[in-house]
């Protein structure tokens, strides 16, 4: 048996190195944290063959004095914390003082660093985890290090790395995350000798356009919510752009970029209801809690946090980022997705174009402008209107969000005229979400109410329908329904929700009993709930080739801006999209 002994410290450094240092990429986070806590405003990064050959990072830093340049290559050596109290209230990116050595022990390290009180610049080197003693340099204040030949005494780890691209892929995603937590720090970065990034010193919105793009900001939303000592800040992508992958999503912990199970959590659930199933949100945010209520020291990249009431947290952020979606004047967007873009569409989804006309749900007479149709036609909204028995107001009223409807398209769509141009509007989604917010409102108030049906409706049924029925009176009737067993293979159907009244009644039902069949009647009321009401709003929403008159069409449009989420369906597609005059303008070459 073998005895135990202690390891020596360049083991110890390389086995450190292991848990801190992945790859290229992780170098250049440790080193770009420690140019943060310096104090640069300046910070250029230089990368050769993916950051295995050369990282060099320099930076305009308060810089490391001579004496300090041998304790800034030692384990366990930092300025950052001193005692344990300061473990508990972490402000700093770096604090474990291991870095630099597990750097030095995978790589061939130089340091150079010059302060403002000092006669010269000094400088030291390291490789393998053996140290030169400092030596004069020249350079102005600050700090360069240069990390060469990574993992060169660990060909087994080297292996193991990807291409150059990839390796790059990894260090530029490192460069974009610090961009977006600190835009007051001007930064630039090349690979190869040639610039890939530059950026100036900037205001937090500008900062996120230069690294997201254009795109990004314009179908994104501010988000800035306090409460007590925790903040929440930044900026959130309207569902219509969205991701097949989480690839765009930032999170900062007090200028700490994190990849939180708890947050990721919360803004899933607060996408939940407006974003297509296999699509993800894009965000970047900012939250600044007390550092005495977070911990990083939990884990070796510090990439996890842990909060001391991880509720209280998650509902902060749950509900900043739902309330701003829940907004119904939102755009869905003001230019038509790409057909990669768009969600992929089903075929239990997709609306036939000769559906027949099944409901009749009675829309809202609203005040109707007789200028803008005077304008338009010759003719006040009323000699539009195929409805004699429903005539329309006559007022004059400011153009609403939505604008005033146009006609239809196909019996698919609602055209309508609003200040900036052209609103397209899908109206069966745009309908189904209204039922939907109304249904959800509904349920929580407990005013669910019920339609009794002047002609109870009778229909054959299986025995596992006519059982769900018998053991969940109560949920059915919570949800607006009365239905009793007629005989052991038929049910009958003497009430429906109110909303839901024109529906098809025995098609509503089954889809109903399915979805309580299958989840059990606690998870319907609950996990479930929205998605079965989404399925319920399914029903009693318009459907196509239904023929609304110009009255209709209006009210409709008001009631999606009244309507919160009402830019996106239940499946998370959009309702509707602006096309300005000057886009319709460049389509058609207007001016050109």
């Not at 700090?143 to 291409?163: C, G, H, I, S, Y």
């Not at 075929?347 to 149709?373: G, H, I, M, W």
């Not at 004059?396 to 509007?425: M, R, W």
Request: aromatic letters at 6%; a negative charge.
């Amino acid at each position: 048996m073998n005895a135990i002994k202690l390891l020596p410290d360049v083991l110890i450094n390389q086995i450190a190195a292991g848990e801190v240092i992945e790859r290229p990429a992780s170098v250049l986070k440790e080193i770009l944290e420690n140019s943060i806590d310096a104090g640069a405003t300046e910070i250029t990064v230089h990368i050769m063959q993916g950051g295995l050959k050369l990282i060099r990072v320099a930076d305009n830093g308060k810089g490391i004095s001579e004496n300090d340049l041998a304790l800034a290559l030692a384990r366990h050596a930092t300025s950052k914390i001193s005692t344990q109290e300061d473990l508990h209230k972490i402000a700093s990116l770096g604090f474990r003082g291991e870095a630099l050595a597990s750097i030095g022990a995978v790589s061939r390290l130089s340091l150079v660093s010059y302060q403002s009180d000092s006669s010269h610049a000094w400088h030291i080197q390291t490789e393998g985890g053996q140290t030169t003693h400092p030596e004069p340099a020249a350079r102005s204040i600050g700090t360069t290090l240069e990390v060469r030949d990574l993992f060169f005494n660990l060909p087994a780890r080297r292996k193991f790395l990807k291409t150059e691209a990839t390796e790059f892929a990894h260090c530029e995603e490192v460069f974009r995350r610090i961009a977006l937590s600190h835009a007051n720090i001007a930064l630039s970065l090349q690979h190869n000798g040639k610039t890939r990034s530059h950026l100036s010193a900037a205001e937090t919105t500008q900062r996120i356009t230069a690294v997201l793009g254009e795109e990004f900001s314009q179908t994104a939303v501010p988000v800035s919510e306090q409460a007590a000592d925790i903040s929440l800040q930044g900026m959130v992508a309207l569902p219509t752009y969205s991701r097949s992958a989480r690839d765009m999503q930032y999170f900062f912990v007090n200028g700490r970029h994190v990849r939180d199970k708890l947050i990721s959590h919360a803004l899933r659930e607060a996408y939940r209801d407006v974003l297509h199933l296999d699509r993800h949100p894009v965000f970047v945010l900012y939250l600044q809690i007390n550092p005495e209520n977070v911990d990083v020291n939990v884990h070796p990249a510090k990439a996890e946090v842990r909060f001391r009431d991880a509720r209280a947290v998650h509902q902060f952020v749950f509900h900043s980022i739902n309330k701003v979606l829940a907004s119904p004047q939102h755009k869905s967007g003001t230019q038509l997705p790409s057909a990669a873009a768009a969600p992929a569409t089903t075929n239990s989804e997709r609306l036939p174009l000769n559906y027949s006309r099944q409901v009749n749900l009675p829309l809202k007479t609203v005040a109707q402008p007789p200028a803008f149709y005077q304008a338009l036609f010759g003719g006040t909204s009323a000699s539009l209107d195929t409805d004699p028995g429903n005539p329309p107001v006559q007022t004059t009223q400011p153009v609403p969000p939505l604008g005033f409807a146009l006609g239809q398209l196909l019996g698919i769509y609602i055209l309508a005229q609003n200040e900036q141009g052209l609103v397209i509007v899908d109206m069966h989604a745009a309908h189904e979400r209204i039922v939907y917010e109304k249904l959800k409102s509904a349920l929580d108030q407990h005013t669910l109410s019920m339609q009794p049906l002047l002609i109870p409706v009778t229909f054959q049924a299986d025995q596992l329908d006519v059982t769900t029925v018998e053991e969940n009176h109560t949920v059915l009737t919570e949800l607006g329904f009365e239905i009793a067993v007629l005989t052991p293979t038929s049910l009958v159907i003497r009430a429906a929700p109110m909303m839901l009244k024109d529906a098809d009644p025995v098609k509503l039902v089954r889809d109903v009993l399915a979805e309580i069949r299958e989840f059990g009647a606690s998870q319907i009321l609950t996990a479930r709930r929205n998605e079965l009401l989404a399925t319920m709003a399914c029903h009693g929403s318009v459907r196509a080739n239904r023929q609304l008159t110009i009255t209709e069409m209006n009210a409709l449009l008001r009631e999606m801006e009244a309507t919160e989420r009402s830019g996106q369906c239940n499946h998370g597609r959009p309702t509707w999209f602006e096309l300005s005059l000057t886009e319709l303008d460049k389509m058609f070459m207007r001016g050109n």
